[in-house]
C-alpha cells in the first residue's frame, strides 16, 4: 500500500508541477471533508478547476481516465461544492469545472501524462 501511495503523490506532485507551467494558480491540494478528498484546487483565467489525478504504472488494468465514471464524476462534484461552501470569497461568481490528469509510468515524473480538461 505504501508504495502505491508514494505513486499517487509523486503523481501528484508532477500534476501541480504541470498546470503551474500553464499558468494555474494551485489554490489547494488535498482538500478533505467528509465525504472524500479533491487533490488539486487551481485557477486559471478565472475558471475554479477541480482537478482528479490518477498515476498509473502501465495502462494493463485500463487508462487512468476510464477511473473517472460517472458515478465518480458525481462524487467529484459533490466535493467541489462542498469545497465552495467551505470557501465562499473564492469561489463566488466563478466558472467551474472538473478535469483529470492521467500518468502512466514506473517514474511519475517521466511518465506520460494527459489532461482532460472541462470533463462532462
Known sequence: MAAKDDLGRAGEDRAARYLRERGYEILERNWRCSQGELD?????RGVLAFIEVKTRRTAAYGHPFEAVDVR?????????????????????????????????????????????EDLR
Open 40 to 44: 488539486i484546487i487551481a485557477l486559471r
Open 72 to 116: 465518480k464524476r458525481r462524487r467529484l462534484w459533490k466535493l467541489a461544492h462542498a469545497w465552495m461552501q467551505a470557501h465562499p470569497h473564492e469561489a463566488h461568481g466563478r466558472q467551474l469545472r472538473l478535469e483529470v490528469i492521467g500518468i502512466i509510468g514506473d517514474d511519475p515524473d517521466t511518465g506520460v501524462l494527459e489532461h482532460m
